[in-house]
């Protein structure tokens, strides 16, 4: 579904990205895992069209995407939930969500999409009318996937959804992407909780400095020496 | 007590103007970090459309709104596409917007002179009496529209998927991107509506005061002072923020001095800055 060829990425000068290539198949939870800087959020935002300045190509369901604008891709059935959560602080839950289904291919079926997400999290439903920015960091976490999942979209591109989320609800946002993924949708993941990213992946990438490293199931990767030493600690 | 009242009512009258002024300058300062220097001459255009439009068509300067509002609305977009957007911090853009205001009032000294030209409407003169008050019917007039566009970009800005967007690129550009939205666009249409809004006022203005190309700085200072007293980026802030220098450029004017009418305002703005720097409805940044 989603295919990435030697993509290069840039900030300015700094060459962030010098060989990535991976794929997502539909159906899948595939996570992308390696240290702090070493690119997977920068990998992430090329996806999603945030990042202008690169080379390689990157294709979505046989269309290629690499030049297309960030504003482009929601249309394109791309949705990305940005690292640090970033809803709209001084808007209620609702208009968050509603905001999720701006592109036109989900905007008709905006009250659909929303008794959805109102099921799938019932406290932003009983939230709906408190602004975004007296949410706890997990309730956010929540809203963002929410509104994420508000435009329709055909892959989940999720970018560290369990960074300062109190351990209690860690476990809840992983159940809940897992859920997601059950009902059918493909998702692309960057987390920090390698251990449980893996468990909850069917493959998975290594990122370092930049270029994958190591590939494999999620099990394989389970199992893998580097991987076991440099980032699951064992 | 009459004088106290007459003076009270008229000052939330102006301060209802002062009030539409500031909205077009919080809301391009919201969305776009950009402090609009030019924004007091869209005003001054405002005020000589409506000009124009009475002594050439006779068109009531109120009715004239719906000419003067589109008309600086694609002004503000065409500027804003191919100068404003250009430039590529917040420092570059105050320079470059005070470059404009510059060349949009010597542009309009070149056109029309520096006459002050003054719009007389029959009804000028009329008032309206609420006992022993008595209100001057074209400032009643403005007060009315200016509350009804107020309710109408609150409306707009809550209730309508551009105004979700324009709200949601001020406050998280990245995620608004994300969500489809194109931020470029956005900061267009905002800089087109704020100019919309400062020639509105122009226009509501139009049949009380004298037309002349340096008008707009008067009226920037002003737009300032509101947008600091009610909190930059806030809607309603703006509005309490415009009556309040209204208020108080009324009272200050009857009970201390006429002359000093337009530093009430600053000195308003001085006190704003020394004890509530992020205006009374502002909050703190986090």
């Known amino acids: 579904m989603l295919k990435v060829n030697h993509l290069q990425a840039f900030y300015g000068d700094i060459q962030a990205l010098w060989d990535i290539s991976f794929e997502v198949q539909e159906g899948e939870i595939v996570s992308l895992i390696g240290a702090n800087g070493a690119g997977k959020t920068t990998t992430l935002k090329s996806v999603a069209g945030l990042i202008q300045n690169k080379k390689g190509e990157i294709t979505f369901k046989g269309e290629d995407i690499t030049e297309k604008n960030g504003f482009e891709m929601a249309g394109a059935g791309i949705s990305y939930v940005p690292e640090g959560r970033k809803v709209f602080p001084q808007m209620t839950v609702y208009e968050n969500l509603v905001l999720g289904s701006y592109n036109p291919r989900a905007k008709s079926d905006r009250e659909n999409m929303l008794e959805q997400v109102y099921q799938m999290f019932p406290r932003l439903k009983d939230r709906h009318k408190q602004h975004a920015g007296t949410l706890s960091g997990g309730e956010q976490q929540m809203l963002a996937i929410g509104r994420g999942l508000m435009s329709k979209p055909d892959i989940l591109l999720l970018d560290e959804p369990s960074l300062g989320i109190a351990p209690i609800l860690v476990q809840e946002i992983f159940e809940k992407i897992k859920e997601i993924n059950q009902e059918g949708m493909t998702i692309l993941l960057v987390e920090q909780h390698v251990h449980h990213a893996l468990e909850l992946s069917d493959r998975a990438y290594v990122i370092e400095h930049g270029e994958i490293a190591v590939s494999g199931t999620a099990e394989e990767m389970l199992n893998d020496e580097r991987v076991r030493e440099a980032y699951l600690g064992i | ?286």
Not at chain 2, 25 to 45: D, K, P, Q, Y
Not at chain 2, 226 to 239: D, K, P, Y
């Open chain 2, 1 to 286: 007590m009459d004088l106290f009242l007459q003076s009270l009512i008229s000052g939330i009258m102006t301060g209802g103007v002062y009030a539409i002024i500031a909205l077009g300058l919080t809301l391009i300062f919201g969305v776009m970090r950009i402090i609009n220097m030019a924004h007091g001459e869209f005003l001054m255009i405002g005020m000589y459309i409506s000009y124009f439009s009475y002594t050439l068509f006779h068109i009531d300067p109120f009715i004239s709104i719906v000419i003067s509002a589109p008309l600086t609305f694609l002004l503000g977009v065409v500027i804003y596409r191919f100068v404003v957007s250009r430039s590529q911090n917040e420092e570059n853009s105050l320079i470059l917007t005070a470059g404009l205001s510059l060349v949009l009032a010597n542009t309009a000294l070149l056109l029309w002179s520096p006459d002050y030209r003054h719009l007389k409407v029959p009804y000028g003169t009329e008032v309206v009496k609420l006992g022993n008050i008595s209100v001057s019917l074209p400032m009643l007039i403005s007060f009315l529209i200016t509350i009804a566009i107020t309710l109408l970009l609150y409306w707009f800005l809550n209730k309508t998927d551009l105004g979700l967007a324009i709200r949601a690129s001020a406050q998280e550009s990245e995620a608004a991107t994300v969500m489809g939205i194109n931020v470029k666009k956005i900061a267009m249409i905002t800089f087109g509506i704020g100019a919309a809004f400062a020639s509105i006022s122009g226009s509501l203005l139009a049949p009380a005061l004298y037309a002349y190309p340096t008008i707009g700085t008067l009226f920037l200072v002003k737009a300032f002072v509101v947008v600091v007293l009610g909190g930059m980026g806030s809607v309603e802030g703006a509005l309490i923020g415009g009556i309040i220098l209204g208020v108080t450029e009324s009272l200050g004017s009857v009970y201390i001095s006429t002359g000093m009418t337009d530093a009430f305002g600053l000195i308003l703005f001085l006190l704003i800055l020394l004890f509530r720097p992020s205006g009374l409805f502002g909050t703190a940044t986090r």
